[in-house]
């Protein structure tokens, strides 16, 4: 193999890649690397299918030829990225496993124990995570599809043994950050990576805890009778709607979710004049403080955050540098884009996919059959 090739799985609502790199022994031998980030979709709904699983991991292993994967990297602690390798494994007996494998810094066994400030917060997080669970399911009327996709996304039990799964998945683990020494990891000639996210102290992801009036009177903080639904909106969705925000805790679900998502480990990967950027789900804050640390470069190739969301779409001057126009060098420019319609609310957005469309060639995990793969060809 001679060129660089990049397979997007259709997980439906959620994120599997396979990186295949054409490279050298250290005998100067050509050999070919392979890399895989995450594999997941979510637990409940149309957008989540676990039968998809097992035609993305046979093709992944036809790749490999019996050999193990050059390095497995866990991007963030949410199960649309990270449940489907437990699960091939459990349901299957299909084991994938890797020379390296990389973590997001957060997932190591010590780390809270090390990071006191994140565990404070984190604690919090849960602890509201916990009330919001109690009570939606006393009041099942509030429990939306996307609010269950959400919920089951960031249930911290089942979270927990999916990544204690990929703990073992490569021979040597690491978790890693910006600014962690990647050197000889995977030990690659041919290519770079660099990690451009997250931060090691992952506390300044996580937003405060909001009040919540989880058992407070109807009057608390809105009189609905005072409040009426625009035209052409549904008068129930509505009523759900205001009841939700005035009892608190959407924005604090939310909070939740962005917190895992801003974890995300965010790489880049140069080969022959090209840089690839994989941004697992990070969010506007991650790229805020990527933008402050000077990491940011135009890229080649961007794998879309967090499946179309606003939120994970680059603020206008981040997405200037990453994609300017033109193009500084002539060559062509990818965004990827894997997900699935109807799973949480307003994702894919329609203004994220036209902006990237203006930029580059946008791709999207849709145009292709369920657990098939975009392919996208890069040459020496």
């Known amino acids: 193999m001679d060129a660089l090739r990049v397979r997007c799985y259709n997980v439906r609502f959620g994120g599997a890649i396979l990186i295949s790199i054409p490279d050298r022994t250290s005998a100067g031998n050509p050999i070919t690397r392979h890399i895989l980030i995450d594999v997941g979709n979510v637990l409940s709904g149309a957008g989540g299918q676990d039968e998809l699983f097992a035609p993305v991991v046979q093709d992944i292993e036809?790749?490999?030829?019996?050999?193990?994967?050059?390095?497995?990297?866990?991007?963030?602690?949410?199960?649309?990225?990270?449940?489907?390798?437990?699960?091939?494994?459990?349901?299957l007996g299909a084991d994938l496993r890797a020379r390296h494998a990389w973590l997001t810094a957060s997932a190591a066994p010590d780390y809270y124990d090390r990071h006191p400030e994140a565990q404070r917060r984190l604690d919090a997080l849960r602890q509201a995570y916990t009330r919001i669970e109690g009570f939606l399911a006393?009041?099942?009327?509030?429990?939306?599809?996307?609010?269950?996709?959400v919920l089951y996304n960031n249930d911290p039990r089942r979270t927990a043994d999916c990544v204690d799964f990929l703990r073992a998945v490569g021979r040597q683990t690491w978790y890693v950050y910006r600014g962690y020494d990647i050197s000889r990891r995977p030990g690659l000639r041919d290519a770079r990576l660099e990690i451009w996210a997250p931060e090691e102290d992952v506390s300044i992801y996580y937003n405060p805890v909001l009040p919540m009036a989880l058992n407070a009177p109807a009057d608390f903080s809105l009189a609905l009778d005072t409040l009426s639904p625009p035209a052409g909106v549904d008068a129930g969705a509505f009523y759900n709607l205001v009841e939700m925000r005035r009892r608190g805790f959407m924005d604090n679900l939310l909070?939740?979710?962005?917190?895992?998502?801003?974890?995300?480990?965010?790489f880049s990967l140069e080969w022959h004049g090209w840089r690839l950027?994989?941004?697992?789900?990070?969010?506007?804050?991650?790229?805020?403080?990527?933008?402050?640390?000077?990491?940011?470069?135009?890229?080649?190739?961007?794998?879309?955050?967090?499946?179309?969301?606003?939120?994970?779409?680059?603020?206008a001057p981040i997405l200037d540098t990453l994609l300017p126009q033109p193009a500084p060098d002539g060559r062509p420019r990818y965004a990827v884009v894997s997900t699935f319609p109807e799973t949480y609310n307003n994702v894919p957005a329609a203004?994220?996919?036209?902006?990237?469309?203006?930029?580059?060639?946008?791709?999207?995990?849709?145009?292709?059959?369920?657990g098939a793969?975009?392919?996208?060809?890069?040459?020496?």
């Not at 790749?63 to 091939?88: A, F, K, N, S, W």
């Not at 909070?255 to 965010?266: F, L, M």
């Not at 994989?278 to 940011?296: I, K, N, P, Y």
Request: net charge negative; glycine share 6%.
């Open 277 to 315: 950027l994989f941004a697992g789900d990070a969010e506007t804050r991650s790229w805020q403080t990527m933008s402050r640390q000077g990491v940011l470069r135009p890229v080649h190739f961007l794998k879309v955050s967090h499946h179309g969301s606003f939120n994970g779409l680059p603020p």
């Open 255 to 266: 909070a939740i979710d962005r917190a895992a998502n801003n974890t995300s480990v965010v």
């Open 138 to 149: 006393a009041s099942p009327g509030l429990l939306t599809p996307a609010l269950q996709a």
């Open 351 to 370: 203004a994220v996919l036209e902006e990237l469309a203006s930029r580059c060639t946008l791709r999207s995990t849709l145009d292709v059959p369920d």
């Open 62 to 91: 036809s790749q490999l030829h019996g050999r193990p994967l050059d390095l497995y990297v866990m991007t963030h602690e949410h199960l649309d990225h990270i449940q489907g390798l437990p699960y091939v494994h459990a349901r």
């Open 373 to 380: 793969f975009l392919d996208i060809v890069f040459p020496p």
